[in-house]
């Protein structure tokens, strides 16, 4: 009973989301990738794997902890990305590894494609299973690209370099979070072409590893000079720098022209518009400024802890913004969770306790209140809407 009491926490008055009731999901998608590929596949899988009594909401949480299994064994395996130098300390993973991972991210993949499929086929689609899609995603996206990295540096013998993570790490999180700063504006989410063959490369990759084990990637590396690595940021910053990001202020454009569109006329103002943006650039700054300045090179000792620390901040944005997209609100610039990296930089910077301990501390404090605010947020939609979290919801008419 105390246990459920915890996660009874109400983060939102019944006012603020009394606009779930009336809202609707709107998104376009484009890819020929996803028309052409994916979408079939995944009506595929629906046919001949998935009953009609399988509740959207289980898949897509059971898509999420699939992925984030192979996440965790990589991290066993791996735990500093490779960016120490290769000694004889280091243990290359068994090849099973890369055959899990590709297989692991696959499943979740599907699920997470397919979910929004499974609802409309059973008629209980609801602004409940766009919360939980997207907010997943926006924390095991962020976690799966050092994934990438990481099998390259293992399997070629090198070690990764860490402005290169850094760079990719951003590249993705700008990717993903300027598609919901889109919807927040426009009202409508445009799947970027990216995401299914981000996911698809990385799925391939993790393949040729098992299967080519170090061969393929050596040869690149003579081939181009380059590490697998430098070519795998190259080809993600180009494709979000010149083609994700330019879609989104293209569409925001089209959007302000368009007199019908309401959201718009509500949230694309200086004072608006812009605000869901002040969170992710100040903790931009703050961690890479931590990078930079830290006494103890926290990024390379801590290099797991730092990164999860970030990535669970910006999952914390990403859902917030989500939230106030969906309920038709203004978004607070102000998250009182940024106080909590900050403090640790404080600590390293001054050096007034163990670095080890404060990112631990920061890490488990960051992962306990997210949890706590999307487990209760959850909890709250769905009271709110009269549905359940993950239990098959009555056919809507």
């Not at 079939?40 to 289980?58: G, K």
């Not at 180009?238 to 949230?267: E, G, H, W």
């Not at 650039?281 to 931590?290: A, I, N, P």
């Not at 203004?330 to 301990?357: G, I, M, R, W, Y």
Request: net charge neutral.
């Amino acid at each position: 009973m105390a246990l459920n009491d915890l996660f009874n926490h109400r983060y939102y008055t019944d006012e603020f989301m009394d606009g779930l009731k009336t809202y609707k999901y709107s998104s376009i998608d484009t890819s020929p990738l996803a028309k052409y590929v994916m979408k079939p596949w995944w009506s595929t899988f629906l046919h001949y794997f998935v009953p009609l009594n399988v509740s959207a909401n289980s898949m897509t949480f059971w898509g999420f902890m699939i992925g984030l299994s192979h996440i965790v064994l990589l991290t066993i395996y791996d735990p500093d990305v490779s960016l120490c130098q290769p000694s004889a300390e280091n243990v290359v993973p068994p090849s099973w590894v890369w055959l899990y991972g590709a297989l692991a991210h696959f499943l979740a993949h599907t699920l997470d494609g397919a979910d929004g499929m499974q609802a409309r086929r059973t008629g209980t689609s609801s602004p409940l299973g766009e919360l939980m899609d997207h907010g997943l995603d926006s924390l095991s996206l962020s976690c799966i690209v050092l994934s990438v990295p990481s099998v390259f540096a293992l399997q070629a013998g090198v070690h990764n370099d860490i402005n290169q993570l850094f760079l990719l790490y951003v590249i993705t999180l700008f990717g993903f979070y300027f598609s919901h700063w889109e919807k927040y504006i426009t009202g409508v989410l445009f799947l970027p072409w990216t995401y299914d063959a981000s996911m698809l490369l990385t799925q391939g990759i993790f393949l040729l590893a098992f299967f080519t084990q170090d061969g393929l990637f050596r040869f690149i590396q003579s081939m181009t000079g380059w590490t697998c690595a430098g070519v795998f940021l190259a080809i993600s910053s180009f494709s979000v720098l010149f083609f994700s990001i330019p879609c989104t202020f293209v569409n925001i454009y089209r959007a302000m022209q368009d007199k019908n569109n309401k959201t718009v006329k509500k949230q694309a103002t200086l004072s608006n518009g812009y605000q869901p943006l002040v969170p992710f650039f100040l903790s931009l700054v703050l961690f890479v400024g931590w990078h930079l300045m830290s006494n103890d090179a926290v990024a390379l000792r801590h290099t797991r802890l730092f990164f999860y620390s970030w990535s669970l901040l910006f999952s914390n944005f990403t859902v917030r913004l989500i939230v106030v997209q969906m309920c038709s609100r203004q978004f607070s610039p102000f998250n009182s969770l940024l106080l909590l990296p900050f403090a640790a930089f404080l600590v390293d910077v001054f050096d007034l306790a163990d670095l080890s301990v404060t990112m631990w501390c920061l890490f488990v404090s960051l992962l306990l209140l997210h949890c706590h605010y999307f487990i209760c947020l959850i909890r709250q939609v769905a009271h709110h809407l009269g549905v359940p979290c993950l239990a098959m919801a009555k056919k809507r008419a």
